[in-house]
């Protein structure tokens, strides 16, 4: 089975204060996700990865960036956090292969508060 | 715009009642529709792809079917566990290199003794 891991399932930090999230997968997959979810907004894609330091922004990427050092982990680093970045953060992966075509796997989020 | 819609946006059923969900989309080429399950506190769990209109998937009491506008997740006889937020997400072909997905926003289902 595919495992997605995040390193923390409930962290609160600080206004101003540099946050690392961080996830890590052992199946071999190309794309890694960054989402975060919240109460009638649903799961809003932050950046995604599809290689090793490749990344592209997702819809909502201003006041996060990224890191893909290794394949197996991708990092979601919040620069300067803010109260309005409280939610819950949910890593995926998925392989590129087979045209693409495949489900993400999830892991069971990080829920930050930002006070 | 890719657009994914799920209705209804809460379902409450009494248990052995059977009723269906639906997500309806507006993409530039489907490439697959996914089907996902959510507990509360968890991340969201894979349930099932279909790629092409007619197709469908069973897994115990859930079945997915799928046409060029909508699929429904049908349940038949549902129980207590059943009780989740469903998610659909679709893949087009505007995203489809890169693995993206789009979600809506999902259903509430609570199954009731």
């Known amino acids: 089975d595919v495992k997605v891991t995040q390193s923390s399932r409930y962290l609160v930090k600080r206004t101003g204060e540099k946050v690392f999230l961080e996830c890590v997968q052992d199946?071999?997959?190309?794309?890694m996700f960054w989402y975060r979810q919240d109460p009638g907004l649903g799961l809003r894609l932050i950046y995604f990865?599809?290689?090793?330091?490749?990344?592209e922004k997702g819809d909502i990427p201003e006041g996060y960036s990224v890191s893909r050092e290794k394949k197996e982990r991708f990092s979601l680093i919040l620069e300067s956090a803010s109260t309005n970045q409280t939610s819950m953060y949910l890593c995926?992966?998925?392989?590129?292969?087979?045209?693409?075509?495949?489900?993400?796997?999830f892991g069971d989020g990080t829920r930050l508060s930002i006070l | 715009e890719d657009q994914v819609t799920q209705s209804p946006e809460a379902l409450r059923l009494q248990e052995g009642e059977s009723s269906s969900l639906n997500c309806s989309y507006t993409?530039?080429?489907?490439?697959?529709l996914f089907w996902y399950r959510q507990d509360p506190g968890k991340g969201p769990e894979f349930l099932f792809t279909?790629?092409?209109a007619g197709e469908e998937k069973e897994k115990e009491r859930l079945k997915a079917t799928l046409t060029k506008k909508e699929s429904f997740l049908h349940i038949t006889a549902p129980k207590p566990e059943d009780s989740a937020t469903y998610l659909c997400?679709?893949?087009?072909?505007?995203?489809?290199?890169?693995?993206?997905?789009?979600f809506g926003r999902g259903t509430q289902l609570t199954v009731w003794p």
């Open positions: 995926a992966s998925s392989l590129l292969g087979q045209g693409a075509r495949q489900p993400q796997h």
């Open positions: 997400a679709v893949q087009s072909d505007r995203g489809s290199t890169l693995g993206r997905l789009y």
């Open positions: 993409v530039s080429g489907l490439r697959g």
């Open positions: 199946m071999d997959h190309e794309n």
């Open positions: 279909l790629y092409s």
């Open positions: 990865s599809y290689d090793v330091k490749m990344k």
